[in-house]
């Protein structure tokens, strides 16, 4: 399990480089004057002009379409309360992020230091013309309803205080999906909701639009049960009290023979009793965080016909709002809706309760280490980082909106718009958000072979920190520890091998008697052999060899090919594997760009390069991702029959032959990878038309890594590598100069490659464990 967030590492990350976590990027050229006379004065006067004559052609000119302010006034911050609006913005540029990342949203977070629910309405409805959407965000009830309620009648764009919905429209759909498994109608199912703030009664009347009974709800807030002789209900809850009969129960009482429970309140209030005395075939959604009002573990022991959903993402079936507002907001602004409506909200609960029934992909089974996730007990909701999510809920909120006339631009064609929609994010740049679910799920023990670099410190307490490994450092072990004690790190937990140390001699010597066995007839006698133990990168091989350890991270240096050659000697390729590679991966727009080779074989011949793309391919797959692979040349499909052309070409049938499923094409120039226009008007036979390139082959080391950098640098693409290709166990090398979320990304390539490369049973991993710590204890 992840460890809990340090304080000051969660300040660091708000504050390094750049202060916050949005920045505004321009979508057009602005280098020369002549493009500055366009952006502003005197060229920005024409669509000024424009839109005055026909105020909807702001859609067309501006950003306002694909715009949504996240607005708060901190009265309500997480579970902070009311810390003001300077405080809630860390939160409300958190929001902005999700938007963008799940939904490819804008976002411009306002905090109005505002508490009055009329003028705080006011100025919100003041910014209609700047925004696409409202979405409000952490404003304390009972205000929050009256303020959604005022801005949604006085606007015509949409408006949502996620607080409330995102909650009700993912445990609604959960709830439709439990049902059906425990074989319930919703109208004669008995509820009982604990806690009585905004999500609570948003959930309560979403399950009501959906069937549920008014008469059949019993809730409790803070006061104890809502009954009719209270005098402090709102209207809202006025509807859902109970008969003053029952104003004397308590939970307990009020569980008794219920069949769904719905904590929306604090945690350990439910006992195993309580759970017990609930109706055949219960469903409990304890959803209070961190802590559930019932633990999920101790729900399943007290009766086996349960279902439980909670708020964590360790358990199975996650209330998570993540999976509802992207999308949302996504179709509603798609289709310039004037407002979310009921039909919407009710369109994004069926889209999400479908979706689980579906086969899920085996993405999402790598991102949770599960071998199949099915429809059942413990998948009734979608998970986060399903993928399809974008495309399965945007359209039939869209749809939702036309349907219920409240779409200003309805969508004609859906196929199109389901290709727009893919292409918005590059499905494939949730990458490593997969990979880091899936390695968490079997961490590695993994040598960092330079542990007094302090980057390479940091980045081993980041990977212990989140789950991704169990770090073992190498170096002398005064200077790590007085490295850590200097900058605040934490090596709680992680093992330190200094291999000169005097501790490790027969160690050292075993290693050393393996190595000389190895390379004895290759230039080592047996004195040089052992010596070569006290090297750390000589001795983390071995370890990796001998299966102490699972991968090896070694560098930074400039000296990468010195680093390579203890992994080639001691690990070796992999069987059927003539020559290593080295592949670098660049997260763009476009998704993940894969690179080969680049840094290891200098001028392949046309053999070589196939065993090279084909290293690649089967990398590129394990990241399930299906490899499309232009094979890159100065000529395009012979138009130049020059050697290295040629080169390219041969080398296209030789791994056609191997691989005939494999989309490969080639030889062709760079802009042909990119633009499959000019491709397809040009040479409609090649297999790369209609396919969007992720893997480039290049025809010479110097050119691939030309291409890498230049794209790197002046791209502004994330770069992550060069993940070295064909061992028979992971050993990968830093370069000079990486940064420490490098560093972590190829801790994380290289836990995944020990996972696919040497499986382990559950048992094999008990027994690690325990022999990680009689090793550390020992040492």
Known sequence: MQKPLRRQEALDYHAKGRPGKIEVIPTKEAKTQRDLSLAYSPGVAEPCKEIKENTEKVYQYTAKGNLVGVITNGTAVLGLGDIGPEASKPVMEGKAVLFKIFADIDVFDIEINEKDPDKFCAIVKALEPTFGGINLEDIKAPECFYIEQKLREEMKIPVMHDDQHGTAIISSAALLNALEIQGKEIEKVKIVVNGAGAAAMACAKLYVALGAAYENFTLFDIKGILHRGRTDLDNTKRMFATDEAKQDWTLKEALSEADMFLGLSVGNVVSADMVK?????PIVFACANPDPEIDYNLAFETRKDIIVATGRSDTPNQVNNVLGFPYIFRGALDVRATQINEAMKLAAVKALAELAKTPVPEIVTLAYNEKSIVFGPNYIIPKPLDPRLLEAVAPAVARAAMESGVARQPITNWEAYSLELNRRLGLDNSLFRVMGSKVRKDP????????????VLKAAQICADEGICFPILMGEERRILRLAAENGLDLEGMTIIDPKDEKFEEQRKEYGEQFFALRGRKGYNRYEAIKAMKDRNHYGCMMVSNGDADAMISGPSRDYSGLIRPALQIIGPEDNVKKIAGMYILLTKRGPIFLADATINLNPNAWEIADITALVAKEVRGFNIKPRIALLSYSNFGSSATPEAAMMA???????????????????????????????????????????????????????????????????????????????????????????RSIVNMTLIAVLDAQMKCPMTAAQKEARKKQWWSNREAL
């Not at 590695?444 to 980057?455: D, G, P, S, T």
């Open 277 to 281: 005395s609930m109706a055949k075939n």
């Open 444 to 455: 590695r023990h993994v040598i960092f072979a330079e542990a007094e670099n302090l980057k």
């Open 650 to 740: 041969q080398a296209r049938s030789i791994i056609k032959q191997r691989d005939p499923n494999l989309i490969v094409d080639g030889e062709l120039q760079g802009i042909l990878a990119f633009n499959n226009e000019i491709l397809k008007d040009n040479y409609p036979f090649s297999e790369l038309v209609d396919n969007d390139v992720n893997t480039l082959i290049f025809p010479s080391l110097s050119a691939g890594n030309i291409a890498y950098n230049l794209l790197k640098e002046l791209g502004g693409a994330d770069a992550i590598g060069p993940v070295l290709l064909g061992l028979k166990k992971p050993v990968q090398v830093l370069q000079l100069g990486s940064s420490i």
